[in-house]
């Protein structure tokens, strides 16, 4: 059984910067499983936001994120954080941590690569 759980959200401040963390545990050691982080905003379909690889060597970004958001990750504390710098009012949604032991290519931005979700954790940003 896999979990991944996310954490760090909460009620930030429009400008202010957030780090949201991701713990996965399982029967695999966590640096066989490419991560990739989602969001989905009040009343919009999930979307891509990073990914990054087993080593943290190769990271994938969508467009929109324009230099803010910044994906890492710790095989030693089996951890996956995505910093979100000078926050928006639209970056407010549930963020989603994803994992997957399909290695990594060309689908890294897609929801259907990923085999592990977790719950997610809410950014709401005040303007």
């Known amino acids: 059984q896999v979990q991944v759980e996310e954490s760090g959200g909460g009620l930030v401040q429009a400008g202010d910067s957030v780090m949201l963390s991701c713990v996965v545990s399982?029967?695999?050691?966590?640096?066989?499983?490419?991560m990739g982080w989602f969001r989905q905003a009040p009343g919009k379909e999930r979307e891509f936001v990073a990914a990054?690889?087993?080593?943290?060597?190769?990271?994938n970004y969508a467009d929109f994120v324009k230099g803010r958001f910044t994906i890492s990750r710790d095989n030693a504390k089996n951890t996956v954080h995505l910093q979100i710098n000078s926050l928006k009012s639209e970056d407010t949604a549930v963020y989603y941590c994803?994992?997957?032991?399909?290695?990594?290519?060309?689908?890294?931005?897609?929801?259907?690569?990923?085999?592990?979700w977790g719950q997610g954790t809410q950014v709401t940003v005040s303007s």
């Open positions: 994803a994992a997957t032991t399909r290695g990594w290519g060309p689908n890294s931005a897609s929801a259907s690569a990923y085999d592990y």
């Open positions: 399982g029967r695999r050691t966590f640096d066989k499983y490419a």
């Open positions: 990054i690889n087993w080593s943290g060597r190769i990271t």
